[in-house]
Structures are given as C-alpha cells and as structure tokens.
C-alpha cells in the first residue's frame, strides 16, 4: 500500500521468516524513471494511499489530489528534513499542491530542538507565505490551511530579540532582560552567559577585542544568527536558542502593550459579518482610472452558550483532554466575583510545546462577548486566574455578558470606565465595525499609514 517514487535500485524487505532480503527494485532493463511513473499512478488512483518521495523524485512529478484521478483524499504532506534551499523546499512541497485539485494539502515540517534548525524553517515559511500573499492574496494560500508564521523568526522582532541577546552576552553588567527557566543552583545565568558567549565566539558570532566582546559583523542578522548557530553543541545551541524565542515573545508582548505591534496581514474573523450598506468609492487614479472602495463591516464575535457547549463536546468527543482541563472557567478574582459580575471562559487544550527541560499547554481561550481570542492561554495562568465549573454555574453569566455587549463595551463595567472614547469605543464589544479599503491601495498607501498612526 506504499508508493516509492526514489532513485533506489533495491530495497530491504522482510519476508515470513522475519528475516530481510535484498530485493532489486528495477527489472534489469527498466530505468527508475520508469518504475518512479508506475508507482506514481498506482497512488494516484488509489491502489497505494502512501507515497514516499526522496529527493531524486522532487521534480516532475505531480501527487494533487487532481479532479481527473481517482484518489481523491486530501494530501497531508509530511517534510522529514527541510533541504538547504528554501526554493528547493517549495519545489518539493509543490508536488501535492498544484492545479486542478480538488482540495489543497495540508503540510507539516518537523523540526526538531535543535534551534539551528530554525534556520531552514524560518526561511521557508517566509518563502511560502510571500508566495500566497502574490499569488492568492492569502499568506496562507501555499499552505492550505497551515499557518507557518509560527516559523517566521526572521522578522523586524526577531532581529530586535536578537540585538537585545547580544547586549546582554556582551555586557556582564547587565542583568537578565527575561527570566531563564532552565537555571538551577549549579547553573545560574552568570555560567549559561559565560558559556554563550565562549560558544559563539568560536562559531564567529561575538569577537573579542582588546578585552571587549562584540559582535562580529556590525548588523548581525537572525539568519546569519541561525546558521552560525549549527555550530554550537546541542544542549547549549538548544539553550540559547530558546532563551532567543522568549526575549521575541518579550519584546513582541511590549510591542502590544505600546500599541506598535504589526501583524501584517490579519484575517477579519468572527462568528457572523454583515457589509454595512454599499461600498464607496473613495478616490479614482487620473492616470489608471483604478477606483479605491471603502467598506463598513459588523463583525459579530459573540458565542453563544449553546454553541459553547457543542464547542465542548466536540473537543470531548476528539478524545484530546486527557487530563479533564478541558471545560468552562470563572474568574479567582474576588473583587470581580463580588455581585455576580464574574469573568467566565471556555477553555479547550490546543497543543503541547516540549523542550529539553519544561512542557508547556496551551488553551484556546473563547469569550461570550469576544469569542475566540487571538492568543492561547498557557495553562498555569489559566490555573492561576481561573477555576473550572460546572457549565450549569456560569450559564446565567454568560448568557448576560452575551447579551448586554452586543452594542455596549466594557469600560462599564471595570475600573477604567474614565478612559473610555464614548460611542466609538469597542472594547469588549460584541459586534465591531471594521473599515476595510480595498481595490488601487498602493498610491494611497502612504497616506493610509499616516491616518492610521494619527
């Protein structure tokens, strides 16, 4: 039931002794071309559900689920050991993702811990994103419906995490920016610093002049980073590695809170939305004629309890909450708590991220009001901010902060309410109205910019 399609003259199989044997893979007067054509259309129409492609068959060779072919189950394309080149890596990807199919693949690299790594990853994320940007209008677009941003580090916050790792290698004086959770009594952050910069001095990361540390080039760069970073052994490369992914995070979060965070190109989501009467036309190029559109959408977000549930019981009936974490949440503030005004969530378990050292959860976080939100939640601040109920003790809260935040925002019913703007605010609100331009954008690019940071 598998397929190979590789430049192998013979492989090891297994005979009913359970001893293996030798067996030629090509007649004497085939090529592998040949054999690799016939083991091509046996998957395709469905005789073998499994094909195995090396490099040798990366080219040439077309395994979409096409509407002409028989297969038609949709590809999940598994990448074992991204190659060198992120072109080469696209080109191999796109052997199950091409014309005419009927449904696009869904692709999973898998990266180990070894943060050099990262490298090949990033760089082909970065490739595959530009290319559904260009192509579909969907950064999303080559990757069906495989967000690869998680892998996109070489980025304006990556390379600020970066400079910040630098200073702090460089200068003994400084402290720690974030945390390190690997330190214990007989390594503390002043030996992981020592043995960073040790490391990458030898690998030409940092350079020691006249008894100064320094970078090595005067704008270093994540990729550079990254690369150089093969050379570091595993243990200390996989440390530095994600001491750099949490100062991102760190300098990400700020970035937030300071209300300069670009996400780039965001999905307009929610659970309902309605254009809000006929698109304008807001400028006309004199030149082209192209016209500029502005829309008005209401983007209704709310979930509500009913809807929570089947949510729940979907996520029970996959058989993914092994530890019951799964389920509704209330609020362990007691202030809020007071007179029924409690927080209450829905909680669902997302992924698991594994290092050498830790084992962090991580939850999908919906809201009555908010509905899905934008970041998981890990689940010792779930833990620590929240306690799980009974659906039956929050359905009444839920049911209220649905319906009241329809048209109303939050500032209410929190401490803040003086800096709420007045009507125009949405904070908390259920149904928001986004401003969407579209049509001939780049001539009026700059002056989108300057509204939006005014």
Known sequence: CVAELTGRTGRLLRGVDGKYHYVRRLVTEQHSETVNIQERKAFQSGRKLIAIISDAASTGISLQAD????????????????PWSADKAVQQLGRSHRSNQSSSPIYKLL??????????????????EALGALTQGDRKGIGGSSDMSYFNIDNTYGTNALKTLMDWLCFRDHTPPVGLDFITADYDSDAFRLDAVKALTEVEVLQSSCGRTKTACQHLKVSLFLNRLLGVKLQLQTRIFQYFLKLMLAVIATAKADGTYSEGIVDVTGESIKVVGEPK????????????????????????????????????????DDENRNGFYISRNVQMSTQSKFSVLLAIGRRTVKTSWTRTHFFRVTR??????????????LNNNYRKVDPARVKARWDELYTYHYNKCGH???????????????????????????????QLWGAVEKGMST
Do not use: W
């Open 412 to 442: 209410a019913t929190t401490a803040s309410k003086a800096n709420c703007p007045g009507s125009i605010c949405q904070f908390s609100r259920r149904v928001m109205t986004v401003h969407v331009i579209s049509g001939g954008i780049l």
């Open 368 to 381: 009555p009001n908010t509905g899905v939100q934008a970041n998981d939640f890990e689940r010792d601040a």
């Open 111 to 128: 990266v180990s811990e070894v943060g050099g790594e990262y490298r090949f990853a990033s760089a082909v994320a970065r490739r595959l």
């Open 281 to 320: 036309v807001v400028y006309r190029c004199p030149q082209s004629g192209a016209e500029t559109f502005h829309y008005q959408l209401d983007m209704d977000r709310g979930v509500s309890f009913d809807e929570a549930c089947r949510r729940l019981a979907a996520a029970s009936r996959d058989g993914d």
């Open 67 to 82: 509407r002409r072919v028989k297969n038609q189950r949709r590809r999940f394309h598994i990448t074992l050991e991204l």
